[in-house]
């Protein structure tokens, strides 16, 4: 089991940044992957990005790529999302989720464990 807290989240304006933080609870984090996904309204959940047990290995939605950074640190049980260039369509709530396994994962579906969500909201 794992429990997860995002934070970072708020209002900013178009071309500016924000980095989300995943604190987990638990012992066994660095065994996660871990990914990001945001929701905006009226519309379905997304993939944002993804990242893999150590961070040696990452995947990003086409939308964000060059613009988003997924990391994380083991040692303090979190995972960073940094998004510079914000746009208007980057507006959602962002939630971050863990699976138990290696590798890195896109899928919703695949991960059992999630967060509550942070807002983000980009200002034109």
């Known amino acids: 089991q794992v429990q997860l807290v995002e934070s970072g989240g708020g209002l900013v304006q178009a071309g500016g940044s924000l980095r989300l933080s995943c604190a987990a609870s638990?012992?066994?984090?660095?065994?996660?992957?871990m990914g990001w996904f945001r929701q905006a309204p009226g519309k379905e959940r997304e993939f944002v990005a993804s990242?893999?047990?150590?961070?040696?290995?990452?995947h990003y939605a086409d939308s964000v790529k060059d613009r988003f950074t997924i990391s994380r640190d083991n040692a303090k049980n979190t995972v960073y999302l940094q998004m510079n260039s914000l746009k208007p369509e980057d507006t959602a709530v962002y939630s971050c989720?863990?699976?138990?396994?290696?590798?890195?994962?896109?899928?919703?579906?695949?991960?059992?464990?999630w967060g509550q969500g942070t807002q983000v909201t980009v200002s034109s």
């Open positions: 990242i893999n047990w150590y961070g040696g290995s990452t």
């Open positions: 638990g012992r066994t984090f660095s065994m996660y992957a």
């Open positions: 989720a863990a699976r138990n396994r290696y590798s890195t994962y896109d899928e919703a579906y695949e991960y059992p464990y």
